[in-house]
């Protein structure tokens, strides 16, 4: 049946269990000050770290058995932000690393105490930190794409 795999859809419900489940890993992140929180991006914070989901989680391929259960393999691409003041070159560069040794954290974590809702196969970097942008007032916004790999099935 490897014929019938194809490019489906968005995943809504999944999008809506993943995102807390996924603030939650995130937030055991061990160098995280005892002051920080990373929150879920809604575009008015100007300061600290957001997540930020790019489409929702993805589809990326399904199949159906022969008595109707469907596998899915799916994505929830997204965006860590973290936000802070024009500062020097030091205080970049610690936030470039900071970025960066979550990502390599993150991707040799044991996912299933974290996440009960999919079966996450891997999350992993796509991006090194690196300045997204600078806004008007100074404010540097420095990113991180990762993107978590995750299965499901539904019986029939």
């Given at each position: ?74 994505q ?62 100074g ?17 029939a």
């Amino acid at each position: 049946m490897a014929d019938d795999k194809k490019l489906v859809r968005i995943d809504l419900r999944a999008s809506e269990n993943l995102t807390p489940e996924l603030l939650s890993i995130l937030n055991a992140y061990p160098d995280l000050l005892p002051s920080e929180k990373i929150v879920f991006g809604d575009g008015s914070q100007t300061s600290g770290i957001a997540l930020y989901p790019i489409s929702g989680a993805v589809v990326v391929t399904e199949e159906e058995d022969i008595i109707g259960n469907i596998a899915q393999e799916c994505q929830y691409p997204f965006f860590l932000i973290y936000k802070v003041g024009k500062g020097s070159s030091s205080s970049r560069i610690a936030i470039k690393e900071f970025l960066d040794d979550l990502g390599r954290w993150l991707e040799v974590q044991d996912y299933k105490s974290y996440f009960s809702s999919v079966d996450v196969t891997d999350i992993s970097r796509q991006t090194p930190g690196y300045l997204e942008s600078r806004e008007e007032d100074g404010v540097e916004n420095w990113a991180i794409y990762i993107t978590l790999f995750y299965r499901r099935t539904i019986e029939a």
